[in-house]
């Protein structure tokens, strides 16, 4: 099986030098032959080595005793039809060759298949040096245990890193995805916005163990960050009165972002049972809040703004009233008291310029009004029979505003509850006055 002139260069499908064919198939099963040389298909790979050693015992003559069919699926046979051309390249050849991950990890399949020990290692070292994607990320999990240990080094960046170092990459994200420095470099919004999708993807919850620990560091550190975005709000809010009649647009953009920053923060809150922090700090702020949306200025503007600050109401009238956060009585009321009022005039307020003006995109969503209707009806129901007769009752004067919120569920539950109240006390009274005489 050698050439008979060992010196003699090898050239893959050469013919006339030839001493082995080799037959893939096509896709369509058409065949393929190439014309292949056996010192060279011995020294790099075990599977032609033992079909050619084979052969030699098994056949009394030379002739197709060198002919090897490679039994492949048609989707590989470009696969195997450039490792067989890669055999007769030096190593550093087939990295240089070696141009995406799709075709390595073909080329790498079918070298483990033929057992070619150089190739597999050149496919190797270029998968550990590139990037990959999702997909191409899950082609190589699905080859690796096929590799064993050799697989160690591409396997490495996907490993699972301690807690620890997760811990301080997930502080690092939450520092700089709340930080109020204006000096950034231009790409930073892009890079703020990263950060707080990839805070939020930590953050998302594990079937074994989470990707972060949640420790009091932790904690601290995002509540450090929910004052920075407080702080950055309250001073964006103050300058609306006096920015909104220069350049009302830069007014309301700049306090967007900072309220869509608060948003983002409600979420991170909630996936860390820390909610209380967002609504206690938002009812700390409500009074200065409502000041500068309620100004003769603002009053016919700042839709975008009133509109968000709605939604973050919203939330917080959510956690209150199921009990997601637990405040004490003076609280839960002194929240709806303050919060109450404006939205029964803003609604009817976006509404009608809505209906009026077709271009007008600020009408508050069916869904989040429905929430918070229920937010407050259930607020209400929690509180002392007395503060909810009060409410109830302001209620029911403003016909012309009972529309939104509805409080006619919270309404019948305290008729239902006063009577029932009523009944009780009566009975409490008859048993005192007629005591059970005693023979």
């Not at 699972?160 to 790409?187: C, D, G, M, Q, Y």
Request: proline content about 4%; charged content about 25%; hydrophobic content about 40%.
């Amino acid at each position: 099986m050698e050439i008979d002139n060992a010196s003699q260069p090898c050239t893959f499908g050469d013919q006339n030098s030839s001493d082995v064919t080799v037959l893939l198939y096509t896709w369509e099963g058409r065949p393929v032959f190439f014309y292949c040389h056996s010192k060279i298909l011995i020294r790099k790979s075990k599977f032609f080595a033992e079909q050619l050693s084979m052969k030699a015992v098994t056949n009394s003559s030379n002739e197709f005793s060198n002919f090897i069919q490679v039994l492949c699926q048609g989707s590989e046979f470009d696969s195997y039809a450039k490792l067989l051309k890669l055999l007769y390249t030096s190593d550093d050849s087939v990295l240089e060759s070696l141009d995406s991950v799709k075709t390595t990890l073909g080329v790498l399949r079918a070298s483990i298949a033929l057992h070619c020990g150089s190739i597999t290692k050149c496919c190797m070292q270029y998968l550990e040096a590139v990037p990959w994607d999702e997909k191409e990320e899950d082609e190589i999990l699905k080859i690796a245990p096929s590799l064993g240990p050799a697989a160690k080094p591409i396997l490495a960046r996907i490993q699972p890193i301690n807690l620890t170092a997760t811990k301080n990459v997930f502080v690092s994200a939450i520092r700089f995805a709340t930080a109020v420095e204006k000096s950034f470099p231009p790409f930073a919004d892009e890079l703020k916005t990263s950060a707080q999708e990839q805070v939020e993807y930590m953050l998302l919850e594990d079937e074994d163990t989470p990707m972060v620990a949640i420790d009091e560091e932790v904690k601290s550190e995002v509540r450090t960050g929910l004052s920075n975005l407080i702080a950055t709000f309250e001073a964006e809010l103050s300058l609306i009165p006096l920015g909104y009649k220069h350049s009302p647009e830069v007014a309301e953009q700049s306090v967007l972002q900072s309220l869509s920053d608060l948003d983002w923060m409600c979420g991170v809150l909630t996936k860390m049972e820390m909610l209380k922090d967002f609504v206690t700090s938002w009812s700390e702020i409500s009074d200065k809040v409502l000041a500068v949306l309620q100004e003769d200025n603002c009053y016919l503007g700042l839709w975008s703004v009133k509109v968000k600050v709605i939604e973050l109401v919203g939330k917080a009238f959510d956690a209150i009233g199921f009990g997601n956060v637990v405040l004490p009585t003076h609280s839960r009321l002194h929240f709806l008291k303050k919060w109450l009022p404006y939205l029964r005039d803003i609604k009817p307020l976006l509404d009608a310029k809505s209906d009026k003006d077709e271009s007008f995109t600020h009408r508050l969503d069916g869904d989040l009004c429905q929430n918070i209707e229920g937010a407050i009806v259930s607020l209400v129901l929690t509180l002392p029979s007395c503060d909810q007769a009060d409410i109830l009752g302001d209620w029911i004067q403003r016909t012309e505003q009972l529309k939104f919120p509805n409080l006619s569920e919270a309404f019948e539950v305290w008729c239902y509850r006063t009577k029932s109240a009523n009944r009780r006390n009566m009975v409490e009274l008859s048993d005192a006055g007629n005591p059970t005489l005693s023979l």
